[in-house]
C-alpha cells in the first residue's frame, strides 16, 4: 500500500522560511515524478511545482518561482519543498502527490493527507 506524508508545516512569520516533507512507503520513488500542490480555504486546489522522476526537470507556479525549490532523495523515498520569503498569501494546506509531473492535479495518482502551513505578519 502507497502511502505519502507530508511534515514540516507550520507557523511562520513574514518572510521567514519553512521545509515540507513528503515521506513515502510502499513502493520506490525512484521512477516517479511528484510534486506539490496547495489549497487555501474557500479556494481550489493548486499547482505548487513538481519534479521529474530524475530530479532534473522541476516546474514552479508563478506565484512560488525564485521563493520555493523542490528537491527529492530517491535513496530516501523522500521529496522536499523548501520555501523562503513567506507571504500570507501562501497560507494553505500543502499536499505532496506522486505519479506526474504536470501542473494538473488530475494527473497524479497517490496523495498525502496535507500538511497546513500559516504564514502571518
Known amino acids: 500500500q502507497v502511502q505519502l506524508v507530508e511534515s514540516g508545516g507550520g507557523l511562520v512569520l513574514t518572510g521567514g522560511s519553512l521545509r515540507l516533507s513528503c515521506a513515502v512507503s510502499g513502493r520506490s520513488i525512484g521512477a516517479w515524478p511528484m510534486g506539490w500542490f496547495r489549497q487555501a480555504p474557500g479556494k481550489e486546489r493548486e499547482f505548487v511545482g513538481s519534479i521529474s522522476w530524475n530530479g532534473i526537470n522541476k516546474y514552479y507556479a508563478d506565484s512560488v518561482r525564485g521563493r520555493f525549490t523542490i528537491s527529492r532523495d530517491s535513496a530516501k523515498n523522500m521529496m522536499y519543498l523548501q520555501m523562503n520569503s513567506l507571504k500570507v498569501e501562501d497560507t494553505a494546506v500543502y499536499y505532496c502527490?506522486?505519479?506526474?509531473?504536470?501542473?494538473?492535479?488530475?494527473?497524479?495518482?497517490?496523495w498525502g493527507q496535507g500538511t497546513q502551513v500559516t504564514v502571518s505578519e
Open positions: 502527490a506522486a505519479g506526474s509531473a504536470k501542473y494538473d492535479a488530475k494527473g497524479y495518482d497517490y
